[in-house]
């Protein structure tokens, strides 16, 4: 059973077409959705989505957003969406390290949150592209 | 009749007008093709969002939320996109002419303005009307953050209840050939906004569950709703302005070269007449020294 799932930002379309499941990152935490989901909208964090499409599976980052969740349809209007294959993983690294080093550093609360946040969405962009070193990820649906 | 040398004179500026008009041509076409992208990229993200408020303005037009109760309309906010150049077409003045009529509409009603655009600032300032604030200078790139001092001058006027609705006036991008003025109602958001709006949209009239809350949720989306729709809206008016510069530049090139014609033949002409008058001088004076 698969169900209608549209993934956009303000400035491209990135899916629009039948999958069977999604795993997005909520700001109460992540949720799966299948087919027949009861309708909820959600505000999302800085995560991994994850899209199923018979057996292949799909990852983007996306640095948070909304997502609408209906029976039949998912539309998820994201702030940026980075499909795996499109994540610098050697810039995400040295971002990840600057944000490590300052945060050793005596700092305000103010700077030390932004840089908690920056350490966290280096964090998912490098889980994401390890997983998909590692395992069934063939990349990108629809490539245009 | 015209001296041979300032016919020439003419046919060369003439000549340069063209290549001015034919290189305008070709930039507004290269530009016009990404203007293109963008607006097909933008429209999905635009359209989703629309529908989703659509939808939630159905489930919630009982909670008091100002952004979703049409109250009695004393003042008119206006958003009205324009080009910051001209030679593109008559776009400009079909918007500033569906702007009036709007206005001839609702007698008693005041209206302020938030101006994209030079051409707009320019016809706010002739035509006496206030304006709240106003950007220029835009770049076509498809970066929404240019657009969003406009945005937030005008969610404030509405949030603070010194506009009662708000409005948008852009020219929305049909095909190369076609650019149509249009109006649309931005705030409030209720099942009218923006006509065929909720096109497509399935009407889900059930509650949704909340995460983290309605409010919380509101205040996100609401901006974002208001943001994306003007920044698209500017794409569009992006798109229609390349489109327009593109088809009068080729008109103008080839009115141009239709003058060019016409003054080559008149040039050919006066110059066939003064050859013919000079032999003949020459003949008739040739003839006068044998009869001599």
Redesign the interface.
Known sequence: MSFMLTLVTQERELISEEVDFVKANGVDGEFGVLTGHSPFISLLDPGELVVRKGDALYSYYVSGGVAEVLPKSVIILANTVERADEIDEQMAKRARHNAEEALKQPISEIERRTYLLELKRESVRLSIVARRRSTRHPGQISEE | MPSLRSIRGRIKSVKNTRQITKAMEMVASAKMRKAQMRVR??R??AE??LE?MVRLSAIESHRPNIFFKARPVTTVGIILVSTDRGLCGPINANVFRQVNKFMADRPGVRFEFVVIGKKGQDFVRRSGLKAVGSISGVKDR?K?EEILPATQVAIEEFQEGRWDEVWVFFTEFVSTLSQKPRMEKLLPIGPDVVEGGGKGA?P?L???????DTT??LD??IP?YF??IV??RVMENFASEYSARMMAMRNATSNAKEVIYQMTLIYNKLRQAAITREISEIASGADAVQQG
Do not use: A
Request: aromatic fraction near 18%.
């Open positions: 990229d933008t999905p993200y989703k969002i989703l498809g929404i399935s889900f059930g509650e949704y569950l909340y995460e983290p919380e949720i996100v989306l974002r943001e994306s920044f698209q």
